[in-house]
């Protein structure tokens, strides 16, 4: 398996409050992304990283930041959970038009 | 944009059968790569198998391969010999540009003892 964790694995929050979700990779790879997964849509891109400090929309990105301080860590932050950002967010790593290798998923409840 | 279809939500094949899983894909690109991805209950999400769009052969990988129709935009995967260990959903997927990957819906899969 290709070194990515994320976490936490599971949270549950209350609406309006801020959340941070971390991706961390041991494989240097200069791509990572957020993803999110809710039934019936398979995974949908929220926001992606081509290196350091460089970051771009993708999909569904409304409501969501992140940041990218270093090439092994990307966050994900809600700045105001909502209930409709309960999904399973997953983050996946890549090294340019190849194959995106994805972590465990973070469960997020948002009440 | 990209769209990929999986008109299949349900499958089911019996075990050391072999099951053909449906994609369709919409795209105006020349250059890009689809994917099929297995998701076990535990919710990891495994590479299955990987076609290039320029490459005309279809991909393998053991058990399972891929049936490749660009003109038709369509990427069926079929798996032989099922396994036990196969049950999972299945999601097939389409890159191009890097960094747009577009995901279907998912297919079920079941295998039956």
């Known amino acids: 398996d290709a070194g990515i964790t994320q976490s936490p694995r599971h949270k549950v929050t209350e609406t309006g409050t801020p959340v941070t979700l971390r991706c961390h990779q041991t494989?240097?790879?200069?791509?990572m992304y957020w993803y999110r997964q809710d039934p019936g849509h398979g995974l949908r891109l929220i926001h992606y990283s081509y290196g350091v400090k460089d970051t771009d929309k993708g999909e569904v990105s409304d409501g969501y930041s992140v940041s990218r301080s270093k090439t092994e860590d990307f966050l994900l932050t809600l700045e105001s959970a909502t209930s409709s950002q309960t999904s399973v967010y997953f983050c996946a790593i890549g090294d340019g038009a190849e194959t995106q290798y994805f972590g465990p998923g973070t469960r997020l409840l948002v009440l | 944009a990209q769209t990929v279809t999986q008109s299949q939500p349900e499958m089911s094949v019996q075990e050391a059968e072999t099951v053909t899983l449906s994609c369709t894909y919409d795209?105006?690109?020349?250059?890009?790569?689809l994917f099929w991805y297995k998701q076990p209950p535990s919710r990891q999400m495994i590479l299955v198998i990987r076609?290039?769009?320029?490459?005309?052969q279809n991909a393998t990988e053991n058990r399972f391969s891929v049936n490749f129709q660009k003109a038709a935009k369509s990427f069926s995967l079929k798996i032989s010999d099922s396994q036990l260990g196969d049950a999972a959903m299945y999601f097939c997927?389409?890159?191009?540009?890097?960094?747009?990957?577009?995901f279907g819906a998912g297919t079920r899969l079941t295998v039956k003892p």
């Open positions: 494989e240097n790879h200069r791509y």
């Open positions: 076609q290039e769009a320029y490459k005309q």
């Open positions: 795209t105006s690109e020349s250059d890009y790569y």
């Open positions: 997927a389409s890159l191009y540009n890097n960094n747009d990957m577009r």
